[in-house]
């Protein structure tokens, strides 16, 4: 079973990457745009829960990415709670941007403004829907309750302490808490609100999308004097039976248990010096959630391809035996030193970096060049998230399963080539020459949309990892795995370039397979997962940012 779920995700994960040559089913998709799904979902009738709207001037990336001056660990509050999930998730602005986009003009219009988040996600979906299940040492009343993104509320689904059917199902893993956590936010994927758009594609994109808000997060809970240990290898259908979902269309993806500052400690098997009332979830008459979810659409379509391989993938992911050997390699060479990482110039509160942090859509200018200093700033900032699942550790720590490469376009100091990142040493390793023709040519030739005009790119960050490797290290649910730290790296990518007023934006049109031949990397088991441009904004831009 767990073979033949494995050739279900090796197909679809071709099929993903070959679509610049062999477009996916269904042929000749049309977007029905005034039939999408709302980006918000909503429980109308369940009672709403307000949450503090204030948000706190947090320690800078520089901070983060040193560990100095960060706050003592002491647990979460409501109100760090609630920093977190707009910070990351909420919405925290209306933007209207002069771009080379064509929906640009209707965006003027109230019906199709574009809303600001903290985290990326692909085409501006957010198809992530988070839920905190809430035991008795939590502060709000013991229960379930949906993050409304638009609203800023909790939603209360049910009332009544099942944290115990979050423990059954993270059962057996090392990364859930041990003793048990109280409290979880559970991080489900609404098919349907990125499908709608990018069809048979959008598994490949939503998986993605959960890794840069884990990404997110990992930043904000030390920021905030909390933790935020995200548990991937759990069974859903425990968690999606409560939450009453249908799994084919939303399931729970990723678990984080909470610790509550000035909570009693839990006992050993999960009880506290209070009693908790956890072991009835596991009763006959399973409390479920009964409040119905608002859907805009008036038809909801599934696509074959994206069942399958979510099925597929949600296999029980396994303990590798040999994770050191999961990870890509430093390729031979001769290094190219980078500059030592201006750290200077990560000063900037994260609070700060995630309000102002934006795609970039075709807004690149050069000049002034992109920089060595700027590059490697990124890179170093970047690479640091390469460290999950964190439960799996090898002889050096937690493995990274991903590798940085670098198509050098226009980078002041920097011969075009490309480059593959070595973190350990902080330098590039040349990974192949400059194309015939020029490197802008042939990047522009390899991307198959129209919004981006290569010339102005300073450099193209690819993001790759062995999937074949994962898939058989983990078993399917390697592919979810892979993807989430591909979406973290591509977050914190983000947040460095925000930090040094440089542009940033997250692409999947490219042509993989000429992408990865120009890096050496055909015949190999090692495939490009996500690329990111990196450049210069103009100084005077007509922009609009309207803050909430």
Not at 10 to 28: K, S
Not at 190 to 214: E, I, M, P
Not at 299 to 306: D, I, S, Y
């Given at each position: 079973?767990?073979?033949?779920?494995?050739?279900?995700?090796?197909?679809?994960?071709?099929?993903?990457?070959?679509?610049?040559?062999?477009?996916?089913?269904?042929?000749?998709?049309?977007?029905?745009?005034?039939?999408?799904?709302?980006?918000?979902?909503?429980?109308?009738?369940?009672?709403?829960?307000?949450?503090?709207?204030?948000?706190?001037?947090?320690?800078?990336?520089?901070?983060?990415?040193?560990?100095?001056?960060?706050?003592?660990?002491?647990?979460?509050?409501?109100?760090?709670?609630?920093?977190?999930?707009?910070?990351?998730?909420?919405?925290?602005?209306?933007?209207?941007?002069?771009?080379?986009?064509?929906?640009?003009?209707?965006?003027?219009?109230?019906?199709?403004?574009?809303?600001?988040?903290?985290?990326?996600?692909?085409?501006?979906?957010?198809?992530?829907?988070?839920?905190?299940?809430?035991?008795?040492?939590?502060?709000?009343?013991?229960?379930?309750?949906?993050?409304?993104?638009?609203?800023?509320?909790?939603?209360?689904?049910?009332?009544?302490?099942?944290?115990?059917?979050?423990?059954?199902?993270?059962?057996?893993?090392?990364?859930?808490?041990?003793?048990?956590?109280?409290?979880?936010?559970?991080a489900s994927i609404r098919f349907?609100?990125?499908?709608?758009?990018?069809?048979?594609?959008?598994?490949?994109?939503?998986?993605?999308?959960?890794?840069?808000?884990?990404?997110?997060?990992?930043?904000?809970?030390?920021?905030?004097?909390?933790?935020?240990?995200?548990?991937?290898?759990?069974?859903?259908?425990?968690?999606?039976?409560?939450?009453?979902?249908?799994?084919?269309?939303?399931?729970?993806?990723?678990?984080?248990?909470?610790?509550?500052?000035?909570?009693?400690?839990?006992?050993?098997?999960?009880?506290?010096?209070?009693?908790?009332?956890?072991?009835?979830?596991?009763?006959?008459?399973?409390?479920?959630?009964?409040?119905?979810?608002?859907e805009r659409s008036r038809r909801?379509?599934?696509?074959?391809?994206?069942?399958?391989?979510?099925?597929?993938?949600?296999?029980?992911?396994?303990?590798?035996?040999?994770?050191?050997?999961?990870?890509?390699?430093?390729?031979?060479?001769?290094?190219?030193?980078?500059?030592?990482?201006?750290?200077?110039?990560?000063?900037?509160?994260?609070?700060?970096?995630?309000?102002?942090?934006?795609?970039?859509?075709?807004?690149?200018?050069?000049?002034?060049?992109?920089?060595?200093?700027?590059?490697?700033?990124?890179?170093?900032?970047?690479?640091?998230?390469?460290?999950?699942?964190?439960?799996?550790?090898?002889?050096?720590?937690?493995?990274?399963?991903?590798?940085?490469?670098?198509?050098?376009?226009?980078?002041?100091?920097?011969?075009?080539?490309?480059?593959?990142?070595?973190?350990?040493?902080?330098?590039?390793?040349?990974?192949?020459?400059?194309?015939?023709?020029?490197?802008?040519?042939?990047?522009?030739?390899?991307?198959?949309?129209?919004?981006?005009?290569?010339?102005?790119?300073?450099?193209?960050?690819?993001?790759?990892?062995?999937?074949?490797?994962?898939?058989?290290?983990?078993?399917?649910?390697?592919?979810?795995?892979?993807?989430?730290?591909?979406?973290?790296?591509?977050?914190?990518?983000?947040?460095?370039?925000?930090?040094?007023?440089?542009?940033?934006?997250?692409?999947?049109?490219?042509?993989?397979?000429?992408?990865?031949?120009?890096?050496?990397?055909?015949?190999?088991?090692?495939?490009?997962?996500?690329?990111?441009?990196?450049?210069?904004?103009?100084?005077?831009?007509?922009?609009?940012?309207?803050?909430?």
């Amino acid at each position: 079973m767990q073979q033949e779920a494995r050739e279900v995700v090796r197909d679809y994960t071709e099929a993903v990457f070959r679509r610049a040559r062999i477009p996916m089913e269904p042929l000749n998709y049309e977007v029905d745009w005034a039939d999408q799904p709302s980006r918000h979902k909503s429980y109308p009738d369940a009672p709403r829960l307000p949450l503090p709207a204030h948000l706190p001037e947090l320690p800078t990336l520089r901070d983060l990415h040193t560990g100095a001056g960060l706050p003592p660990v002491s647990g979460w509050s409501l109100p760090r709670l609630a920093t977190l999930l707009r910070l990351s998730y909420g919405v925290l602005d209306r933007r209207l941007t002069v771009n080379w986009n064509q929906d640009v003009a209707k965006r003027a219009h109230f019906e199709h403004a574009v809303w600001g988040r903290g985290t990326a996600s692909g085409g501006g979906m957010y198809p992530v829907e988070l839920y905190l299940v809430t035991g008795g040492e939590g502060p709000v009343l013991p229960g379930v309750y949906h993050y409304h993104t638009g609203a800023h509320v909790l939603e209360r689904l049910l009332l009544g302490d099942v944290s115990g059917t979050v423990r059954a199902a993270l059962a057996g893993d090392a990364s859930a808490s041990e003793p048990p956590a109280d409290s979880y936010l559970l991080a489900s994927i609404r098919f349907w609100k990125n499908s709608f758009k990018y069809n048979s594609f959008s598994y490949h994109v939503v998986t993605q999308d959960l890794g840069a808000l884990l990404g997110s997060w990992d930043l904000l809970a030390p920021a905030l004097g909390a933790s935020a240990r995200r548990v991937l290898r759990f069974d859903p259908a425990l968690l999606d039976r409560l939450l009453d979902l249908d799994s084919d269309a939303e399931s729970i993806f990723a678990v984080v248990p909470l610790d509550w500052a000035d909570a009693e400690p839990a006992a050993p098997g999960g009880g506290t010096p209070a009693g908790r009332a956890g072991g009835g979830a596991r009763a006959a008459a399973a409390p479920r959630v009964r409040y119905a979810a608002f859907e805009r659409s008036r038809r909801v379509r599934a696509f074959p391809a994206v069942t399958a391989v979510h099925r597929a993938a949600a296999a029980t992911a396994s303990i590798p035996d040999a994770v050191d050997l999961v990870g890509p390699r430093d390729l031979p060479g001769e290094a190219v030193p980078l500059p030592t990482p201006r750290l200077d110039r990560l000063d900037q509160p994260l609070s700060t970096v995630l309000t102002t942090r934006s795609s970039s859509f075709g807004r690149f200018r050069r000049p002034p060049e992109l920089t060595a200093d700027d590059l490697g700033t990124t890179l170093a900032f970047a690479a640091a998230g390469r460290r999950y699942p964190a439960d799996v550790k090898g002889p050096d720590g937690a493995p990274a399963l991903t590798r940085l490469w670098v198509f050098a376009n226009h980078v002041d100091g920097l011969p075009s080539g490309g480059y593959t990142y070595s973190e350990r040493r902080h330098a590039l390793l040349p990974a192949g020459p400059e194309p015939d023709g020029g490197m802008s040519a042939f990047l522009q030739q390899q991307y198959f949309l129209t919004n981006y005009t290569m010339g102005q790119v300073g450099a193209v960050l690819a993001i790759s990892g062995r999937l074949d490797a994962v898939l058989d290290a983990f078993g399917p649910r390697g592919y979810r795995i892979l993807n989430a730290e591909v979406g973290t790296v591509a977050q914190r990518t983000y947040c460095a370039a925000t930090a040094q007023r440089l542009g940033c934006g997250a692409v999947l049109g490219f042509d993989n397979i000429a992408m990865d031949a120009a890096l050496g990397l055909a015949g190999s088991d090692e495939r490009t997962v996500l690329f990111l441009l990196l450049g210069r904004h103009p100084e005077t831009t007509a922009d609009l940012a309207y803050r909430l």
